[in-house]
């Protein structure tokens, strides 16, 4: 063995450090590991009054909420599936991969789609979503689509602006907004915002395994979806989901038994113990020391840069950074081999092919994340940026901590 050769520092609890699936609470866990429980009566099918309670808690929401067994995309295409007839027209504002997905959805369901792109590094641009409205005079766009942070770029877009063009083109089309990445994890109120359908998948801010995604539906999208024209997939529409009397009609069929017991426990963590509000002020914390640690690592020099340069345009759930490619890379293979911390790919910044696609990586502080992992995150990262000889500034963990404590 070589005097120099460093043997792995990765044994131990592994990190999953990507935005989603995120950690998986113990207690989540272990709520799951459940002999198969009775779905016609019992515990089970008694959850659900409280289950629903607190799932409208979770998007600030007095309104309605459908459960379908798919991950974010079966929830993108029921939420289209419901309001939405081939020929009808949607405006998708795109700002990452992630809203480009939506808007390709809809375009392979026979959407009549126009597309604003704000490009991957920046949040949409309310001032031309009202222009775009305005001229629509016969009032054809019957839907907005948005991502509230796409977890691509991971810019977050301010939603209540989004709503405020809106009115201010004075147009009656539906805003939805895809809140896959940031429900439970940043400030989001359905009802206040008046958002008309919230989407969201149970593997992210919500700290369950992926397999069950959420529509949050506004009174007013419940009538555009009775007065959509053409047949409506009787799967994907929500009106027995949302006014079930049976238990399986939640479900369109048998129910996700143990995902619904995982859920329970996470819910319980989030709404009833940690609080909704503290959980976004928890996420906004780490999510500084993220930045002040990325910051530090810029400067003098540095090559670090975060995707995202306008702070109050920063998810609080995940952080894009840009390095040399194929430094990104090089930095993921190590702190996954050498420390256990799974960082998260650059999702869309790049083909795949193009060598540019090495030079992005993701650090995910979504949902189940507390102080000291973020902080071994960060420390981590910055390990390998010295193992490496990746050029970065110093007094990345210092500013991180000073970040953390601020208020
Ligand atoms: C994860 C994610 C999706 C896709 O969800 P899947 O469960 O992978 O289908 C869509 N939109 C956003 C913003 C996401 O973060």
Not at 110 to 131: C, H, I, K, Y
Not at 194 to 209: E, N, R, Y
Not at 256 to 279: K, N, Q, S, V
Not at 335 to 355: H, K, N, S
Request: overall charge neutral; charged content about 20%; aromatic content about 6%.
């Amino acid at each position: 063995m070589p005097s120099d050769f460093l043997p792995s520092l990765g044994q131990g609890r592994p990190y999953l450090a990507i935005p989603g699936p995120s950690v998986v609470p113990d207690r989540v866990l272990n709520a799951m590991h459940s002999p198969a429980p009775n779905i016609y009566e019992g515990a089970l099918p008694q959850m659900m009054p409280d289950l629903l309670r607190d799932l409208r808690a979770a998007a600030c929401t007095r309104q309605h909420v459908a459960i379908y067994i798919s991950n974010g995309h079966g929830a993108w295409e029921a939420a289209l599936a419901n309001i939405c007839a081939p020929g009808d027209r949607v405006l998708s504002l795109v700002t990452g991969r992630f809203g480009t997905g939506w808007a390709e959805m809809a375009r392979a369901l026979g959407v009549n789609l126009q597309t604003l792109d704000f490009g991957r590094s920046a949040p949409l641009d309310p001032q031309q979503v009202e222009d775009t409205l305005r001229a629509d005079p016969e009032r054809k766009i019957r839907a907005v689509l948005a991502t509230h942070v796409d977890t691509a770029s991971t810019v977050r877009n301010d939603i209540p602006a989004l709503r405020a063009a809106i009115d201010a083109a004075g147009h009656p089309a539906l805003l939805l907004v895809d809140a896959i990445a940031s429900l439970g994890c940043e400030e989001l109120r359905m009802d206040a915002w008046g958002v008309d359908i919230v989407v969201a998948a149970s593997q992210k801010g919500l700290m369950t395994p992926p397999g069950l995604s959420f529509l949050w539906v506004s009174d007013k999208a419940r009538t555009a979806a009775d007065t959509r024209s053409g047949p409506r997939s009787p799967y994907w529409n929500w009106t027995p989901r949302i006014d079930a009397q049976a238990f399986y009609q939640y479900f369109g069929g048998t129910a996700p038994t143990h995902h619904l017991l995982g859920l329970r426990a996470a819910l319980d963590m989030l709404i009833h113990e940690e609080g909704l509000e503290t959980a976004w002020i928890r996420h906004a914390r780490l999510a500084r020391a993220v930045w002040a640690a990325a910051d530090a690592w810029g400067a003098d020099n540095g090559d670090l840069r975060l995707n995202i340069a306008r702070r109050d345009a920063r998810s609080h759930a995940v952080t894009s950074m840009r390095l040399t490619a194929p430094d990104a890379t090089r930095l993921r293979q190590w702190t996954e081999t050498q420390a256990g911390v799974t960082l998260g790919i650059g999702l869309g910044m790049a083909d795949p092919t193009d060598p540019a696609w090495h030079g992005y990586f993701r650090l995910a502080h979504m949902g189940h994340v507390n102080a000291h992992m973020a902080l071994g995150a960060l420390g981590v990262i910055d390990t390998g940026l010295k193992a490496l000889s990746i050029p970065h500034g110093p007094g990345a963990l210092d500013a991180a901590t000073q970040a953390l404590l601020s208020p």
